[in-house]
């Protein structure tokens, strides 16, 4: 007769806590996901930070969270983390037990290894009682948004086009600074001599300034990309990693042209991510510029908008004059060719770097970025 009853009493205690925990184990659980800043380099760290609540008296006995994320974000190896990758997106899973009034932090070190926009989409936790006989599963929208640039690559500064315009004569010259004109004061940076520290500004700042020099001339810099990577090419993109090279390379003569002072504008035949137009940002100068920049190439899709000799075409019949003109193509072919010498007609100095000849190996000669 105990045992009956010791039966009776276990299935009535095994059905309630069913119940209860079924039913309340979601109540006042809170689940947040965000990443540790909005922006990054790609190959650059960093942090995704998530934080689950437990705000009732009643525990947990389990919950299950559950999400989905690009492959292109590489998680480093970490505990109650189940990570299972496919080509293009990564399922994750964790198991949780959560005690009345509880909060857990986790935080994922992460890699963004490819350019791009990562947004932050949907969570599904679902929790129960102890046997699993009863449980209820939620899905949790998210809003966090991860902007990856493109890794700005070293460029050959040397090779860049510049201007001098003294009446109708266009000539080469290096990016030099002009030692006659201060413009204002910078941080030390290494290779500056001793003669170029000012000495008021470092007593100001409280840290060693130098002096900042303009340029014997002003120059725009208009990079175009053509993301063709081939001429027979209608739409589709099959050397992607060509191109991202290519992006890298735009990135890399912007920011060159845009930290040492100068304007700096980008166009290529590739729309943005949810357009159908060519990209064309005109030049400018500062830091706020080299961002829309970046911002942009992080954002564009690799499918052709329209032929690349068509987008320089257009650009040659604005007729705009005195910038230097760097041209980022897999090839070269008579049309281009006659619209780069219509721009040089208008008063431009022009060149251009051929996809082919420049390093695959993009690890190697990546500069740093930020």
């Known amino acids: 007769m105990i045992i009956l009853w010791f039966g009776i009493m276990a299935i009535i205690v095994l059905f309630v806590q069913a119940k209860v925990f079924g039913r309340y184990a979601l109540r006042n659980i809170g689940y947040t996901r965000h990443f540790q800043k909005r922006s990054c380099y790609r190959g650059e760290q960093l942090e995704l930070v998530e934080q689950l609540t437990n705000e009732k008296w009643l525990p947990v006995p389990w919950l299950r969270v559950e999400s989905q994320l690009s492959a292109f974000l590489h998680f480093q190896h970490q505990e109650n983390l189940d990570v299972s990758s496919g080509q293009l997106s990564q399922n994750h899973k964790s198991f949780f037990a959560l005690m009345p009034f509880t909060k857990i932090t986790r935080r994922h070190r992460i890699t963004a290894a490819k350019r791009g926009l990562y947004q932050l989409q949907t969570v599904t936790i679902t929790g129960g009682d102890l046997l699993g006989m009863e449980q209820q599963t939620r899905q949790i929208p998210l809003g966090g948004i991860l902007v990856v640039y493109p890794r700005p690559a070293e460029v050959p500064v040397n090779e860049l086009p510049s201007h001098s315009w003294q009446g109708e004569i266009s ?22 001599g001793y003669k170029q520290v000012n000495w008021k500004a470092t007593a100001r700042a409280g840290r060693l300034q130098v002096h900042q020099y303009d340029f014997t001339a002003d120059r725009k810099l208009m990079v175009y990309l053509n993301v063709e990577d081939r001429e027979a090419m209608w739409r589709s993109v099959t050397s992607e990693e060509m191109i991202e090279r290519g992006i890298e390379m735009a990135a890399g003569a912007a920011q060159s042209v845009i930290q040492s002072g100068m304007e700096a504008g980008f166009g290529c035949n590739m729309p943005m991510l949810g357009g159908m137009d060519s990209v064309i940002l005109e030049p400018r100068g500062g830091n706020g510029q080299l961002i829309e920049l970046l911002e942009a190439m992080a954002r564009l899709e690799l499918t052709r908008t329209e032929r690349f000799a068509e987008l320089l075409q257009r650009e040659a019949d604005n007729a705009y004059s005195q910038r230097d003109i760097l041209i980022i193509s897999a090839y070269w072919n008579e049309e281009i060719d006659l619209q780069a010498e219509r721009l040089r007609g208008n008063g431009n100095a022009v060149v251009h770097w051929m996809l082919a000849d420049m390093p695959r190996n993009q690890e190697e000669k990546a500069g740093a970025a930020g």
């Open 171 to 192: 000539v080469r010259r290096w990016i030099i600074e002009d030692p006659f004109v201060i413009t204002g004061a910078r941080d030390y940076r290494t290779g500056d």
